[in-house]
């Protein structure tokens, strides 16, 4: 190629902008539409250029561009709006929010505060940074907040709930959250720490760091902040006693959460996280307390529980319903230890199980599927006198070990 | 011949091998087969059929007679009027005579066969997905419960009150009678005499669910001397356990809830859900028919209920330690 001057390059340029201008306007609509995607896959293919030689920002460290963080909220907000939906349940009962206090505390707080309680530093240098949720909630409806906790949300790190069949589970959460607002730093703490909150206010002395010792010691600390110390599940009918339950059921249900084939959003991440000698401690701790303890239930009519008394001994036999009294008693003869001991437990946690294991929702130990069976078809109004009836008598001594 | 037509003989030769052995294997088992009558019904019905094979056949042979005879001895055209005879006789008067007769036999046999007079022992029988709830009215005063097995005096007449509490089932013994349909809502009743002792099989003969096909139930038809003292001793409560591993079993059995759904008369054990095993070592099977009653049999249906026979209402309990299994076995193989 000859030598041009730069001044001939430059004229050279501007007549063929002037061409390709005049050929534009002139153009058709095919023309445009030719061009229009040509730009966008030259765009499509600068991008991925980009992304190949390594040059977009991954960082956390900087953040998203303003840009980048409006549009990820916009469709997030959008598509949690047009996808929650849905009957909300009453969510002011005091059961609920202590139980979904009680799993915040283990899986929400270290992310997004609680009053009283700050993120966790670490987590603060997320992108995109986790809310810290108490002055949020009231951007949400009850049916979106079930919808976020249930799904979790892409491209954050908040996940999606581990069982997802637990819908009840999920409401609980929802109604501790819509508590969260007003809540003041001491009720959290009653609420998540229940009656270890008493021993909290006392001064902090090196004797209390002793416990770390006790490998045992955090753990239990942890199931205590739900069950109570006494194991007798803090009175409210949210969380099961587990003092006096045989030590094989205790065993074989820490086991199936463990590994899934029980199902709840709350149990199976604190039980997976523990090692089978530990499961066995703690099976065996909570099976040496004494059944007992007081109940904050409302008491049920003396009609009631003679209707369940009548159903559990007989069952319904033309609607294929067993009686409960040959596996759970009571009765003189020995029960399998891997039958819990239903006498003397709460009301609405018995209530609970049995609408789980009737819409085949609760999985269990390997014992399970025989509930399936005999839950199946019981009514709304029959599951409600049994558990009454359950509830009325005292806690049994746990069965004989039979083997 | 060409090589086609020879393919064509042997196909002939192998339809007519297959469909004989079919033939022929129905009879195989008697205790199964209508042709086998045991019952005064029964031999009634099996008359009835035999002279119906009978003329049907004669009248099989007479047509093909003519039609040989009109084709092949005399191809030739025929005469209008004997071919109108032959029309009015053969295709309209003969018929409605044969069947008309027919008819009014039928008609005759009706009333015995559904005759609920002179009954010596009545017996309830509701089917149930999947298998058969068999109560005897005793004179004594308390009905006996058992299940998938009736026994039977030989020369008396029982008659049978059929129910069902779920689905459309139907009772039928081949060789004694039956057939009839056991409907939700509804009793019917059938009326059997039986003419000689033996073992028989029954079977459901209406479709009722997935495991519609292990539906069946033995029948013995006995002395009756032999009969009422075999109804005597199902009538007595469950002797108690007489080996060590039976004693477990009992205390497994017990302690596992089967008592929920089963009764064994004399324990604590009083559901009406599933089959009464007061006396369910002395059974002829296992399972409604299904399996041999052995300790064998019985730890393979209580570890594998579920894959033995499809969407049965009774779990499996293979998940129990392993000793318990067998020793359940025991005891209910002991329960005689």
Redesign the interface.
């Known amino acids: 190629m000859p030598f041009q001057s730069a001044k001939a390059y430059a004229r050279q340029a501007a007549v063929l902008t002037g061409q390709g201008l005049r050929w534009l306007v002139a153009g058709s609509w095919k023309r445009v539409f030719a061009i229009l995607a040509l730009a966008s896959i030259l765009v499509a293919a600068g991008g991925f250029f980009l992304a190949s030689v390594g040059l977009v920002s991954i960082s956390a460290s900087s953040g998203h561009s303003p840009v980048t963080a409006w549009f990820l909220h916009y469709t997030m907000r959008n598509a949690v709006r047009l996808q929650s939906s849905g009957k909300v349940p009453p969510l002011n009962d005091p059961a609920l929010i202590a139980k979904g206090a009680g799993h915040y505390e283990t899986g929400c707080l270290a992310c997004h505060g609680a009053p009283g309680r700050d993120q966790s530093l670490i987590v603060r240098q997320m992108t995109p940074e986790p809310p810290y949720l108490p002055p949020r909630i009231s951007e949400w409806k009850p049916e979106e907040l079930f919808w976020i906790v249930k799904n979790g949300i892409k491209f954050s790190a908040m996940p999606a709930w581990p069982a997802l069949k637990r819908e009840d589970e999920i409401w609980a959460m929802v109604a501790f959250l819509q508590q969260l607002p007003d809540m003041t730093a001491a009720r959290y703490k009653e609420l998540a720490h229940g009656d270890r909150d008493a021993t909290t206010d006392e001064p902090v002395t090196p004797d209390h760091l002793r416990a770390l010792a006790d490998p045992l010691g955090p753990v239990l600390a942890n199931c205590t902040r739900c069950h109570g110390e006494d194991g007798n599940g803090r009175g409210l009918g949210a969380f099961p006693k587990l003092a006096g339950q045989s030590e094989a059921y205790l065993l074989a249900s820490l086991q199936s959460y463990a590994s899934g084939d029980r199902h709840s959003g709350i149990m199976q991440p604190v039980a997976a996280g523990l090692d089978q000698p530990v499961l066995a401690a703690l099976a065996s701790h909570y099976a040496s307390l004494p059944a007992g303890g007081e109940t904050a239930e409302p008491a049920p009519s003396n009609e009631s529980i003679r209707r369940g008394a009548e159903l559990a001994s007989s069952?319904v036999?033309?609607r294929?319903v067993?009686?409960?009294?040959?596996?759970h008693g009571p009765?003189?003869?020995?029960?399998?230890d891997r039958?819990p001991a239903i006498e003397g437990q709460y009301s609405a946690y018995l209530k609970q199980q049995l609408e789980l294991f009737s819409s085949e929702k609760r999985g269990g130990t390997?014992?399970a599927?025989?509930m399936h069976?005999?839950a199946h078809r019981l009514t709304p109004e029959q599951i409600q006198d049994l558990a009454n009836y359950y509830a009325s008598l005292s806690s049994a001594t746990p069965?004989e070990s039979?083997? | 011949m060409t090589w086609r037509e020879k393919d064509r003989w042997q196909r002939l030769f192998s339809t007519g091998a297959a469909l004989s052995i079919l033939l022929f294997s129905t009879g195989c088992e008697r205790r199964q087969s209508a042709l086998h009558p045991a019952s005064v019904n029964a031999e009634r019905i099996a008359d009835l059929f035999w002279w119906m094979v009978g003329g049907g056949l004669i009248i099989w042979a007479v047509v093909m007679a003519i039609a040989f005879f009109a084709t092949r001895a005399h191809p030739e055209a025929h005469g209008v009027r004997s071919a109108r005879w032959l029309i009015l006789g053969g295709g309209v008067a003969f018929p409605v005579v044969v069947l008309t007769g027919l008819l009014i036999y039928g008609l005759m046999l009706m009333p015995q066969l559904s005759s609920t007079a002179d009954i010596d022992l009545e017996i309830d029988v509701a089917g149930e997905q999947w298998w058969w709830r068999v109560t005897y009215q005793t004179a004594a005063g308390e009905p006996v419960e058992l299940a998938n097995e009736i026994r039977l005096p030989v020369g008396q007449r029982a008659l049978f009150r059929l129910t069902s509490p779920d689905v459309i089932h139907s009772f039928w013994i081949p060789p004694l009678g039956g057939k009839v349909d056991m409907i939700p809502g509804r009793t019917n009743t059938l009326v059997l005499e039986p003419t000689q002792t033996g073992t028989f099989r029954g079977a459901c003969a209406e479709y009722c669910g997935s495991s519609h096909a292990l539906m069946k139930f033995e029948v013995m038809v006995m002395e009756p001397d032999a009969f009422a003292d075999w109804l005597n001793r199902q009538a007595q409560p469950a002797q108690p356990p007489q080996s060590e591993s039976a004693r477990q079993g009992q205390t497994a059995f017990l302690a596992n809830g089967c008592g929920a759904c089963h009764t064994v008369r004399g324990t604590e054990a009083n559901g009406t859900l599933g089959p009464d095993l007061t006396h369910v070592g002395s059974r002829l099977s296992l399972g409604a028919g299904i399996l041999p009653v052995d300790p064998e049999a019985f730890t393979r249906w209580i570890g594998h209920t579920g894959a033995i026979k499809p969407d049965v209402k009774m779990p499996s309990f293979g998940m129990l330690p392993e000793d318990q299994l067998p020793a359940m076995a025991q005891y209910l193989s002991e329960l005689q």
């Open positions: 069952g036999p033309e294929n067993p009686s409960c009294i040959h596996c009765k003189k003869s020995p029960r399998n039958y390997a014992y599927h025989i069976i005999a069965p039979q083997r």
